[in-house]
C-alpha cells in the first residue's frame, strides 16, 4: 500500500470507536442496561475506543512530525491548540447554556450516571477550571467526554520531544521506556488506592504518563509502517492469524483469569485491562495500513464520513443525549431515547461544518501567519519586518486558501 497517500482507513476507524462510545454511554442509562450483558457488549467498547484514540493520535502526529517537509514546532502547536481547544471550548460553552436551559433537574428513569453528570451545581467556578482545560479537573460535570481530552492536550503539547527521541532510540529502548513510564503511573496509582479511571476523570497528572505511551506505541507504528506493510504483504498467509491469535491472548486471558471483583475495584484493574487492550488495538491499526481487502473495506462513504465528523460526535454526543433526556423526562423512555440517537449524527456533522472545520481553518491560518512572521538563521529564530511583497504574497496565499476552504464546504 503506497505510503505517499492518506491512510483515510485510519479516519473510518476513529469513526467506528467514536460510535463505541455512544453505544457505551447509551448502556449506562438504565433502560439501556442490556448493551452490557452477553454479545451487545462488543458494541460499547467506549475505553477501548479511546485507547484506539490515543493510539492513532501518536501515528498521525508523527506523520506530520516526520514528513519530507514537516511541520515547524511553532505550527505544529498553534495547529493542534486550534484542532483540540478551540471545538473544546464551544462544547464546553454548548454543554453549559443547554444544562442551564434543562434546569439540571434529575430524570428518575435514567439511572445514576447521567444526574451525576449533569448536577444542580455547576458553577462559574467549574467552568473556569473546564476553560483551563490541562489542569486537574471534575470531567464529569457537562460532558463526561472531556477526560481523554484533557490527556490528549497535554500530550500532544509534548510530543514533538517524544517523537524526537523515539526517532534517535532503538525500538527496544522505545518500548521499554513508554512501559517504564507506564509503571510509574501504575505504582504511583497503586499507592494512592485511586483506580485508574476515577484518576482520568479527573484528570489528575499522574495518568499522563500511562496514555504517554500510548502514544508513543502509535509512534512506532508510524515510523516502521514500511516495514510492518512488507511484513504482512509478502504472501505468507499465516501471518495474518497468528499475528490476531498473539495480540489477543491478553485480553482473552484478562477476560477469562482475572476475577470479575478484581476486574471493578482494584486500583490495578484498569492498567492491566489497558495492557491487555493496547496490543490489540496496534495489531488493528497494523492490518488496516497493511491489508487492502481491510483498508477497502473500511474505506466505504458512510464510514469515511463518521470519521470526518468523528471528533464533534465524540464532543457532542453526551450533551445531545444529556439534553433530549431532560427536556424529555415526561416522556416514555423509549421515545426519549430514539430521539437522542437520532439526533446525535446530524448534530455531529452540522458541529463539524460550524466549528470543527473552522478551527482547522484557523489553525491553518494562525500556522501560516507564524511562519511568514519569522525566519531561521543559524539554527536562531529572529523576526522579520515583511516587504510589500511579503505582505501582498502571504495574502494572496491565505485568500487562495480560503477559497479553497469555501469551495469545499
Excluded at 501518536?58 to 517537509?69: D, Y
Aim: include cysteine; charge should be positive.
Amino acid at each position: 500500500m503506497s505510503d505517499s497517500i492518506r491512510f483515510q482507513q485510519l479516519d473510518a476507524l476513529r469513526g467506528i470507536a467514536a460510535l463505541a462510545v455512544v453505544f457505551s454511554h447509551f448502556s449506562y442509562l438504565q433502560p439501556m442496561g442490556w448493551l452490557r450483558a452477553g454479545p451487545p457488549r462488543v458494541l460499547g467498547a467506549g475505553h477501548e475506543a479511546v485507547i484506539l484514540f490515543f493510539v492513532l493520535s501518536g501515528f498521525v502526529l508523527t506523520l506530520q512530525l516526520t514528513a519530507s517537509r514537516p511541520l515547524g514546532y511553532v505550527e505544529y502547536w498553534i495547529k493542534r491548540v486550534c484542532r483540540i481547544y478551540l471545538p473544546y471550548l464551544a462544547a464546553v460553552a454548548l454543554a453549559y447554556g443547554l444544562y442551564r436551559l434543562s434546569e439540571g433537574r434529575d430524570v428518575t428513569w435514567a439511572g445514576r450516571w447521567l444526574n451525576e453528570s449533569w448536577p444542580a451545581h455547576v458553577s462559574w467556578i467549574d467552568l473556569a477550571r473546564h476553560a483551563l482545560f490541562i489542569a486537574p479537573f471534575d470531567t464529569r460535570e457537562l460532558n463526561p467526554v472531556l477526560w481523554s481530552l484533557v490527556y490528549e492536550m497535554r500530550i500532544s503539547l509534548i510530543f514533538p520531544l517524544v517523537v524526537w527521541a523515539v526517532c534517535r532510540l532503538r525500538v527496544a529502548w522505545s518500548v521499554a521506556i513508554a512501559a517504564a513510564l507506564s509503571l510509574i503511573a501504575f505504582v504511583y496509582q497503586l499507592g494512592d488506592g485511586a483506580v485508574l479511571i476515577q484518576a482520568s476523570v479527573n484528570a489528575e497528572w499522574m495518568p499522563t504518563l500511562h496514555y504517554l505511551s500510548m502514544f508513543v506505541a502509535g509512534a512506532l507504528l508510524a515510523l516502521h509502517r514500511r516495514r510492518i506493510v512488507a511484513w504482512f504483504g509478502d504472501g505468507t498467509r499465516w501471518k495474518v492469524p497468528l499475528t490476531i491469535v498473539c495480540l489477543s491472548l491478553p485480553r482473552v486471558m484478562f477476560r477469562a483469569w482475572v476475577p470479575v471483583d478484581f476486574r471493578i475495584g482494584s486500583p490495578a484493574s484498569g492498567f492491566i485491562f489497558d495492557w491487555s487492550i493496547t496490543p490489540m488495538i496496534v495489531g488493528v491499526i497494523a492490518l488496516a495500513i497493511s491489508l487492502r481487502p481491510f483498508a477497502n473495506a473500511l474505506s466505504i462513504k458512510p464510514l469515511l464520513f463518521l470519521g470526518k465528523i468523528s471528533y464533534s460526535v465524540y464532543l457532542l454526543h453526551s450533551v445531545v443525549l444529556f439534553t433530549v433526556l431532560h427536556l424529555m423526562a415526561d416522556a416514555q423512555p423509549a421515545t426519549a431515547l430514539c430521539v437522542a440517537a437520532a439526533a446525535i449524527i446530524p448534530v455531529g456533522a452540522l458541529a463539524y461544518s460550524l466549528i470543527e472545520r473552522p478551527a482547522i481553518y484557523a489553525g491553518k491560518t494562525l500556522a501560516a501567519l507564524a511562519s511568514h512572521g519569522a525566519r531561521t538563521h543559524g539554527g536562531r529564530a529572529e523576526a522579520v519586518t515583511a516587504t510589500p511583497a511579503d505582505r501582498a504574497d502571504t495574502a494572496g496565499s491565505l485568500r487562495r486558501r480560503y477559497a479553497r476552504w469555501r469551495t469545499a464546504r
